[in-house]
């Protein structure tokens, strides 16, 4: 019995980590940021936490879509990031800060945050809340506008 209890609360202690939609390539944000800049290709950033009821949402609601799947998947590198973790990443300037830190600096102050940045992290187009298969096709096509009339992501 004494096992049983100290496995349970071992578990119940542990960090519960926040989970991107199923079925796209995410990628830890430096990992995601670096391939963006080699490929010259814009970053979709996904701020999403764990217990995110809005997250959840817009998921199972949008991010099961399969015409979004690979309108995304094609046009842009996927980052997620856990607006709350303290998962320390390197930045490709070299800089360490933690996840959470990521989160504080594109203002995802709240979940979910989607934010497209330029390959060198400058923002472009974000969105907050739960977010339908409509509204992620109509920033799609915003984006694929913005990249076509300045050339460059």
Same mark, same amino acid.
């Not at 979709?44 to 995110?52: D, E, L, W």
């Not at 996927?78 to 709350?84: I, K, P, R, S």
């Not at 930045?91 to 933690?98: A, C, K, N, V």
């Given at each position: 019995?004494?096992?049983? =209890? ?82 320390? =990443? ?6 360490? =800060? ?48 913005? =990249? ?6």
């Amino acid at each position: 019995m004494r096992t049983i =209890i100290l496995l349970v609360s071992t578990l119940l202690t542990m960090p519960v980590l926040a989970e991107p939609p199923q079925g796209y390539p995410f990628q830890q944000f430096d990992k995601a940021l670096q391939q963006a800049q080699t490929e010259n290709k814009p970053l979709f950033v996904y701020f999403g936490r764990y217990g995110c009821g809005y997250c959840e949402k817009t998921n199972k609601e949008a991010f099961s879509n399969k015409q979004i799947r690979e309108a995304y998947t094609r046009h842009y590198v996927l980052a997620y990031v856990d607006a709350e973790s303290g998962k320390r =990443i390197r930045l490709p300037s070299g800089e360490r =800060i933690t996840e959470r830190e990521v989160g504080t600096r594109y203002d995802a102050f709240v979940t979910p945050v989607f934010t497209f940045l330029t390959p060198d992290g400058k923002p472009l187009l974000r969105l907050v809340g739960v977010q339908r298969v409509e509204d992620l096709r109509d920033a799609d096509n915003k984006m694929q506008r913005l =990249i076509a009339k300045s050339g460059k992501p």
